[in-house]
């Protein structure tokens, strides 16, 4: 069965600082990945997805996330964070199944941005 | 496009009653999924439906659970009788094309059962 790790529960950057948030899958094929950030009280926001091609991927934001199939690992990048950017952050599977896809979330990486 | 539209943004029930979520999910979207969070158990599939037929449902946590779709444009969650641990934000989401285009979320409904 296909499963997401985010390693990370909570990361604390100061703003301008780089930003890398971990994520590593299990799924027995080419996967469909994901990356989305929730706000506080919000839902779901599509940061940005990997199908294939070029493994690396920019999303919004400035956000962008490379497709390593070595380490089946989908890691999510940022140069310079925001104070905004402050919200939590899931990685997720898509997999094949009954003629669509479906989603397996990562349990999320809580990002705090210090001023 | 207003989005995926889930309602009721919130809603507080006695245990025992029965509550009744529904999800309006974008035009043309052929796939539609319920998710239920907590700060336990994080995302869960509950169920998920592809042209208007359930094609898992081996996330939906008991009897007491049911999902339907009557037609491409709403879907309805039912919890009945409702308990307190049911308590959770409970998303809607839609994709097209397995996803390629990515899957759209609702705001969710904010349930509690007290």
Redesign the interface.
Known sequence: AQSVTQPDIHITVSEGASLELRCNYSYGATP?L?W?VQSPG?????LL?Y?SGDTLVQGIKGFEAEFKRSQSSFNLRKPSVHWSDAAEY?CAV?T?????????????TQLKVEL | DAGVIQSPRHEVTEMGQEVTLRCKPISGHNSLFWYRQTMMRGLELLIYFNNNVPIDDSGMPEDRFSAKMPNASFSTLKIQPSEPRDSAVYFCASSFNQGASGYTFGSGTRLTVV
């Open positions: 469909y994901f989305y919000q839902g779901l926001q599509l997805k199908f899931f898509g094949l199944t009954g003629g669509g896809n479906k989603l397996t979330f990562g349990t999320g």
